[in-house]
């Protein structure tokens, strides 16, 4: 048990208000910012996804477009393609890790589940 100064930031876990931060708040605090960080870094690697699949489709379809000429694509054709399947990687690994993750918490459920 912590009596906390008014402008202290761990006031923050004190939940019931009594301006005593106990050790079961301070439990229960840091597990709201770890739960919090995950996810913000699932926001964030969401978003890195989209990108990566918004960005080659783009690239693709200006492509594809007339105003880029048959010259233009044979020189960016290395690069383009080179890009893309990086893109694709990403993606295939962001999928995998994530179904990867999904398998491992349930295998923890279930051993919750049976203890
Ligand atoms: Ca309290």
Do not use: C
Request: glycine residues 6%; without cysteine.
């Amino acid at each position: 048990m912590k009596r906390l100064s008014k402008d202290n930031p761990l006031n923050q876990a004190d939940l019931d208000g009594d301006g005593i931060v106990t050790t079961e708040e301070l439990d229960k605090h840091e597990r709201f910012i770890k739960i919090d960080n995950a996810n913000r870094k699932e926001d964030q690697s969401r978003f890195m996804i989209l990108f990566s699949l918004f960005s080659v489709t783009a690239f693709i379809a200006i492509m594809l477009t007339p105003f880029i000429s048959v010259e233009r694509i044979t020189v960016l054709q290395p690069i383009g393609s080179t890009w893309v399947i990086a893109n694709m990687g990403i993606i295939a690994t962001f999928l995998g890790a994530n179904a990867y993750t999904k398998i491992r918490e349930k295998s923890f459920d279930k051993g919750a589940e049976e203890k």
